[in-house]
């Protein structure tokens, strides 16, 4: 923070409405804020919390049908935003205000080059002309750690990374130097190696700038690494304000203990308890109670809840509380202890009974779990199996090689993937976008036509294309997509996409089928009465729980989830976990669960595999991954993990270059281009052998195992083992 008690924002009892029909509903209610310079404050809650209203409030950018009501006061610097007109306020905008979208593909121009857009936003700041621009623009990509930024300034927005374009975003909005900074979800759609060299680089940045920035995300860890106060927002309304470290640590508002414990900690796995989970919904804008607006999914409601408001009181150091029962919890009289839940003992990853393949220079290195020979541990049978998985993209040849008559390198998405899951085991895969997790679930599904290598379901081969599988194969292997809004038609009810399968795939009549939906909804914890809507009247979550509901109709062996909770709020994200978990023991179903978020993967499966560049680097236990010896790749991933307690240090490990490209891989270790353990030439003229741990434990590096464990344990540098 600054040294000086300047408050650079002032906000007191903002109300936003806006006006739907011939009514004008007020969305967010009695909002204040106070920001310093140089101060990250975090605005945190679910979605429909009210926070991107608040963010578009604070730019005094609301949409026609939206407007702060009379009594509300809004200062930045002095002004009074309120009463600024839009010619007013573009000028503040163009200098002194900037905004970070979490879109950053759609918040650049698809068809104008980086540089111009950049150089364009800084001539109309300052009115420089275009070399004095382009020198600034240069000097603000090397700022944010674009790599090759003359390259970067004459691409178009598409053939950036979305690292690289959050970059840009940034870029634009620090290079007239702002004094305040509006950040509304910059990093969820993102990878943790990716966001933690982004959130190192806003750090560092607004500390040189001392400008004050609105760090709007529902991700807590971040908030915990970044920011040095927090606001808490439910159903537009302040729930609880307080420094970072008095938030995490002592809670005031049942609702913030709420969100706190909803996350999954690096290490927690579900065969020791299920996650907290805040049960229902906010309340409709239209409906807002008398009372508490929490008191319906508060654990700790009394009747003075329901029957009268609690005031938003003032405690020590400035901190904000809106419950009747706060003292109750500063005395730690209230709390939420974790659910317990019947241990269930993970499955086994197989053990290797033979010695582990070598790789070598000009030799295939094969994966040890389907080249290896027999394996134990572990009770159930062998569910799937893939077997030296390919999928090239071809590449259209450009005129240089139509002139040399050259064929150019195909994309290498996946190359040579091996693979065993058995029945009721949940197997993790994660990795950068880019890696070749969802090209390979599209292959495994049949969204993709491999172009080599074979699929096994429990030991009968599986035909390369979804069109060309047996209704029995169908049934047995489901999807759950990221984004439910596009997997789920529009234009039926949730009770005919939950039928579809169970009539299709199972044989059930209709009115079976009927009666089989509703089972189903029940047991994905929604009422009988949602079998009758449709997709666009159900939230995030709720649109999740369906397709959950639809995967298992068919009854099927392995369901493969990409990237099922990322898009959700922390809440919802532990009651979908603590779910699958649930229909997993009920019905004995195998996972093949695909995530950047390595501490979702790390509660849900049994076992973790990492992938980089099309291949696999690191197989093993979900509790070993957390441990040393890791791969320096996935040594990088869990150190990006932003853990939710701000009192956490560990030496980060950025991988500040972007993936190397799948048409054109590195020789050897295809880490080695970023490998911040890289040891030598042997790194980039071998393929790096499978070096096998305790517990089936597996890493597919050129570093002995024991001496990784020494240099990743902090004991002695790399360098220094002989």
Avoid at 327 to 353: D, F, Q
Wanted: aromatic share 4%; glycine share 8%.
């Amino acid at each position: 923070m600054s040294a000086t008690d300047r408050n650079l924002l002032e906000v007191d009892n903002l109300t936003i409405s806006y006006r739907v029909e011939d009514q004008w509903i007020p969305a967010v209610r009695d909002f204040r804020l106070r920001l310093q310079p140089g101060q990250i404050v975090g605005l945190v809650g679910e979605s429909g919390s009210g926070k991107s209203t608040v963010a578009l409030a604070l730019m005094h950018y609301l949409s026609s049908n939206g407007r702060v009501e009379s009594g509300g006061r809004l200062q930045f610097d002095d002004e009074d935003l309120l009463r600024k007109s839009n010619a007013e306020m573009r000028q503040l905008w163009a200098k002194r205000i900037k905004f970070v979208p979490q879109n950053a593909a759609a918040a650049l121009n698809p068809s104008i080059k980086i540089g111009r857009q950049v150089m364009e936003v800084l001539k109309a700041a300052e009115g420089i002309d275009g070399h004095e621009a382009y020198s600034r623009m240069m000097q603000m990509f090397h700022d944010v750690n674009l790599v090759d930024p003359e390259r970067v300034a004459e691409r178009y927005p598409h053939e950036l990374s979305g690292g690289m374009q959050q970059r840009v975003t940034i870029a634009m909005a620090l290079i007239s130097n702002p004094e305040l900074l509006i950040m509304d979800e910059p990093t969820t759609g993102l990878d943790v190696t990716t966001e933690a060299v982004i959130l190192d680089l806003v750090r560092g940045l607004i500390s040189e700038r001392d400008t004050g920035v609105v760090y709007i995300t529902h991700n807590l860890g971040v908030v915990a690494q970044l920011c040095e106060r927090v606001l808490v927002l439910y159903a537009g309304e302040i729930m609880e304000e307080a420094s970072v470290l008095d938030l995490f640590q002592h809670p005031r508002h049942p609702y913030t203990l709420g969100l706190i414990s909803s996350v999954p900690k690096p290490g927690q796995n579900k065969s020791a308890a299920q996650l907290q989970s805040i049960a229902g919904n906010p309340p409709a804008l239209t409906r807002i109670p008398g009372g508490c607006v929490f008191a319906e999914r508060c654990p700790l409601v009394i009747d003075l809840c329901r029957e009268r408001k609690p005031p938003l009181e003032t405690l020590g150091d400035g901190r904000l509380v809106r419950c009747h029962r706060w003292e109750e919890m500063e005395e730690g009289v209230l709390s939420s202890p974790p659910i317990p839940r019947p241990l269930v003992p993970p499955v086994n990853p197989p053990r290797l009974s033979g010695g582990v393949p070598q790789g070598g220079k000009g030799r295939k290195t094969l994966h040890p779990i389907t080249s290896g020979g027999n394996w134990s541990g572990g009770n159930g049978q062998t569910l799937m199996q893939v077997s030296d998985l390919m999928k090239h993209f071809p590449v259209e040849r450009n005129l240089r090689e139509i002139l040399g008559r050259t064929e150019p390198s195909p994309i290498r998405a996946v190359d040579g993937v091996d693979l065993q899951l058995r029945a009721g085991q949940t197997l993790g895969l994660v990795g950068e976008s880019g890696s070749g997790k969802t090209t390979l679930a599209r292959l495994i599904i049949g969204l993709e036509e491999r172009s080599g290598g074979g699929l096994q379901l429990l030991g009968m081969d599986v035909r390369n294309s979804v069109r060309e599988r047996s209704q029995d194969v169908l049934s047995k292997l489901q999807m759950v997509f990221q984004n439910p809004q596009n997997s789920l038609n529009p234009y039926l009810s949730v009770r005919q996409t939950i039928r579809r399968p169970l009539m299709k795939l199972r044989g059930f009549s209709a009115a079976a089928a009927d009666a089989e939906a509703l089972a189903l909804l029940e047991r994905v914890n929604l009422r009988a009465e949602y079998a009758e809507r449709y997709p666009d009247e159900l939230s995030g979550g709720e649109k999740q729980r369906v397709a959950i509901a639809r995967a298992f109709a068919s009854d099927p062996d392995l369901i493969i989830c990409d990237e099922p909770v990322s898009a959700l709020d922390v809440s919802v994200q532990s009651a979908v976990l603590n779910l699958l978990a649930a229909l997993q023991d009920d019905h004995g179903s195998a996972y093949l669960f695909i995530s950047h978020n390595l501490s979702v993967v790390g509660y849900l499966a049994d076992t973790i595999a990492v992938m980089y560049l099309g291949q696999l680097f690191e197989v093993g236990e979900a509790r070993e991954l957390f441990q040393a010896p890791y791969h320096p790749y996935t040594e990088a991933l869990v150190s990006a993990i932003p853990v939710p307690d701000p009192l956490h240090s560990s030496e980060r490990i950025l991988l500040s270059d972007d993936l190397p490209s799948a048409q054109n891989l590195p020789s050897g270790c295809r880490f080695h281009t970023r490998c911040p353990r890289k040891i030598g030439e042997i790194c980039e003229t071998d393929e790096p052998p499978w070096r096998q741990g305790d517990a089936g434990h597996l890493i597919r590096c050129h570093i002995p195992l024991e001496e990784l464990t020494i240099a990743q344990s902090g004991l002695i540098p790399l360098d220094a083992v002989d």
